[in-house]
Each structure stands twice: as structure tokens, then as C-alpha cells.
């Protein structure tokens, strides 16, 4: 009997967490969590109160609401599978950031979340550092956001963005509507612009990693001050992304990838 409760507590324990997860930007309500578990309110309390206690948890003073550990954030980055994807891809990611003179992205999917993996950064006058590797955000926030939504069907796009849809308010009053048009324009150009929705002054572009066997879908995104993000450069920035996706999805299969083509920034 005190194994079957045991591992009942674990499940139980697991499943408060990915509710936390699941609504990771705006946070988790007491109640909310109580009714989601179907357990009593103190029980949730005393369980959530443990997590606090090992950083599996932490709770905003403010609002109250829960939100995932630093220590989840530091066991998923210690994972092998993505320790080797994210150390396999960057020198990629570093000669990008070079090459552009921006901060480069790497993210998978995570249920309804895009988690970053590998980031690059450039020495300089633009550093893009406010999305660190291990951060994660709902998906439509973001370019890589959107181009994983956009990669899905039409049926699974539409739940994932009513899932998400309550935590995107909190995003410079970004609704259901703007993110469906952002999907839509990623689906007819095979790359998405996300315009400060996280920092303002600052803009994204994404494009998806060509989907690989036993790999979760992939995004490679960059980070700049959104007058770089703009006109020719613009449509040169989605061309090399795409380039490098393939690379990346090239190596991560097992073959050779090609270098990132060298590209004078100084002449866009």
C-alpha cells in the first residue's frame, strides 16, 4: 500500500508540474491547479509548498500565481539529448551570429512551450540578451513560436493557440487574431517576423529546422534591434537562416554539413 501511494504522490507531483508548465507566461492560480488535479485545495497547498522548498517551484509575491523552478530549468538543460543538439550546433550558431552581427537561437518544442537550447551572441555593437538558453515561452511568442505553430496542421495549430491564448495578453496586448495572422503570413513565406512582443525595440525573425526523425520540432531564430529586421535584409536574414536550418538538420541526421556561406554584412 505505501508504494502504491508513493507513486501515486509522484504522478500526482508530475502532473502539478506540467500544468505549471502549461501556463508557464502568466503563471498557475491555486485554484486553478486544485480543480485541474481534482485534489483538495491544502493537499495542492502542501504539495506545492515542497516544491517551493527544492526549487521545483516558485511563486510570484505579487500575484501568487506558480511558476516552474530554476531547478527544472537546470535539469532540462543537463538532459544528454540536448546537451549534445545544442553542442553539436554551436559553431553554426556562432558563425551565424558573426556573419550577421546578431544573436542567434536555437529552441525545440515543449507540449505548448518553445524552450531555447544553444544561443550565440556577437562581440558587436548589437547583444541581444534577453531570452537565455532554458527560458521558455508559449508558442506563438517569438518567431520560433510561430513557425513551430505554423509547421503544424491546421486542426493542432488551432488548439494549441486556444491553449496558449491567455498567457499572450501579457505579451504586448497580443491576442488569438495577430497570432493566426502571424502563422498565416509564416505558412505563405516559410519564415516568421515577431515584432517586440517580448522587449521593446526588439524583433525576431525564425525560420523551422527541417523536421528530423527522433528530434522534436526545431526553430532557428534571430534576435536584433527591429530597424535590422527590415526590408532587403530582412529577406536576406530568412534566406540564411534557411541555409543553416538545413545544415543544422543535415548534421543532426548524421551528415556533413555544409558550411554557412560567408556573407559581407556591411553590403546589405
Sequence with gaps: MADVTGTQTIIRTIHLLRLMASQSAAGA??????????LPAPTVRRMLRCLLQEGMAS???????????????????????????????????DRLAR????????????????????????????????????DRLPL??????????AALEHAEAEAAIATVEPAL????????????????????????????????????????VPQIAGHPPMAL????????????????????LHAAARDIAALLEGGDARAVPAVDCTQV
Design 29 to 38: 492560480r491555486l485554484t486553478d491547479l486544485a480543480r485541474a488535479t481534482r
Design 59 to 93: 511563486q510570484d509575491p505579487t500575484t501568487r500565481r506558480y511558476h516552474l523552478g530554476p531547478l527544472v530549468a537546470e535539469l532540462g538543460l543537463l538532459t544528454s539529448h540536448h546537451q549534445r543538439r545544442a553542442a553539436l550546433c554551436q559553431p553554426m550558431l
Design 99 to 134: 556573419e550577421t552581427g546578431d544573436t542567434v537561437y536555437l529552441a525545440i518544442r515543449s507540449g505548448f512551450d518553445a524552450v531555447s537550447i544553444a544561443r550565440a551572441t556577437t562581440d558587436g555593437p548589437v547583444r541581444i540578451t534577453t531570452t537565455q538558453v532554458g
Design 140 to 149: 506563438g511568442v517569438g518567431p520560433g513560436g510561430v513557425v513551430l505553430l
Design 169 to 208: 495578453a501579457t505579451f504586448g496586448g497580443f491576442g488569438a487574431a495577430e497570432l493566426r495572422s502571424e502563422v498565416a503570413f509564416a505558412r505563405q513565406r516559410r519564415f516568421a517576423i515577431s515584432r517586440e512582443r517580448i522587449t521593446p525595440g526588439l524583433s525576431g525573425i525564425g525560420v523551422a
Design 221 to 240: 531564430t534571430l534576435g536584433s534591434i527591429s530597424a535590422r529586421i527590415e526590408g532587403d535584409r530582412c529577406e536576406w536574414l530568412a534566406a540564411l
